[in-house]
C-alpha cells in the first residue's frame, strides 16, 4: 500500500509587525490555500512583496503562521 504525500495549506495568514516603524502591521499572507501532490511540479509567481518567500518559510517551518495549517 503506497501513501501519496502531499502539502496541504489552509487558510494560512502572516503578518509581521514593524516595530522601528510605529508599530505598522503588514498583512503578508492572507487566507492562502492549496495542496501540492506528490510528484507534481508547481511555480510559485508572483510580483516583488507579493508573499512568495514568506510563503516557502513557513513551508519549512521557518516561519509560524498566525492562523491557518500545513500539513
Known amino acids: 500500500m503506497t501513501t501519496e504525500t502531499k502539502i496541504i495549506v489552509s487558510d ?12 505598522i ?4 499572507l492572507s487566507n492562502a490555500n492549496f ?3 506528490s510528484g507534481e ?3 510559485l509567481n508572483g510580483r516583488s512583496g ?6 516557502l518559510r513557513a513551508l519549512y517551518a521557518n516561519y509560524l503562521v ?6
Open 12 to 23: 494560512v495568514n502572516k503578518t509581521f509587525v514593524l516595530h522601528n516603524q510605529n508599530g
Open 25 to 28: 502591521t503588514l498583512d503578508v
Open 35 to 37: 495542496s501540492v501532490a
Open 41 to 43: 511540479c508547481v511555480v
Open 50 to 55: 507579493s508573499g512568495k518567500s514568506t510563503l
Open 66 to 71: 498566525d492562523t491557518g495549517n500545513i500539513e
